[in-house]
């Protein structure tokens, strides 16, 4: 039930813009987005529950499509802060979640 | 001031010891849950309790044990019956709606020599 993360890594200047990909072959029904500094503990950045919604703050957004169970992050902007491993954590529904590989962001000057 | 602790950060074993890891919470969160972390990998779960006085196995619990005898105390155990047991432990809990998501505590990282 392991989720599927897309790209593994990607490395932007200040400024671009990154896509994070998270897809399952189960049917969803929320999924979790976390980033990662090098060892500490992930930190919570938001959840979507099925209905398609979209999410955001700042400059970092995200969505939900129920149908594809496929859920996308999108950095906007990017800063040097967000350096980082993302995780997708996804549960089919009131039980645990499951995390996927991950995929390293790196922002550089 | 309410979060996830553990302790050690830093923890250093022999082969063949037992060494157990420490996770409190004071968020009154009911579920607990432990976490094993490879270098390059995702978060692999070991075990879950959902109530007090009762766990669940997840994806890796062989070569490891729990008890949830306080609902703010999830310990684990890694016993020498694990075979490869230096990596980074993170400890999580959440409220019991299920909307809800997971919080870290710092993690524990152990190397076992």
């Known amino acids: 039930q392991q989720p599927v993360q897309s790209p593994q890594a990607v490395i932007l200047r200040e400024g671009e813009d990154a896509v994070i990909n998270c897809s399952s072959s189960?049917?969803?029904?929320?999924v979790h987005w976390y980033r990662q500094k090098h060892g500490e503990a992930p930190v919570f950045l938001m959840i979507?529950?099925?209905?398609?919604e979209q999410k955001g703050h700042d400059k970092i957004s995200a969505s939900f499509n129920e149908k594809k169970q496929q859920s996308s992050l999108y950095l906007t902007a990017s800063q040097l802060s967000y350096s980082g491993t993302y995780f997708c954590g996804t549960a089919t529904g009131a039980n645990n979640l499951f995390f996927g590989t991950g995929t390293r962001l790196t922002v550089i000057p | 001031d309410g979060g996830i602790t553990q302790s050690p950060k830093y923890l250093f074993r022999k082969e063949g010891q037992n060494v157990t890891l420490s996770c409190e919470q004071n968020?009154?969160?009911?579920?607990m849950y432990w976490y094993r972390q490879d270098p390059g990998q995702g978060l692999r779960l070991i075990y879950y309790?959902?109530?007090?006085?009762?766990?669940q196995k997840g994806d890796i619990a062989e070569g490891y044990s729990v008890s949830r005898e306080k609902k703010e105390s999830f310990p684990l155990t890694v016993t020498s019956a694990q075979k490869n047991p230096t990596a980074f432990y993170l400890c999580?809990?959440?409220?019991?709606?299920?909307?809800?998501?997971?919080?870290f505590g710092p993690g524990t990282r152990l190397t076992v020599l």
């Open positions: 189960k049917a969803l029904y929320s």
């Open positions: 968020l009154n969160h009911d579920a």
């Open positions: 999580a809990s959440k409220p019991s709606t299920s909307t809800d998501t997971q919080y």
């Open positions: 309790s959902q109530i007090v006085n009762d766990f």
């Open positions: 979507l529950l099925k209905g398609g």
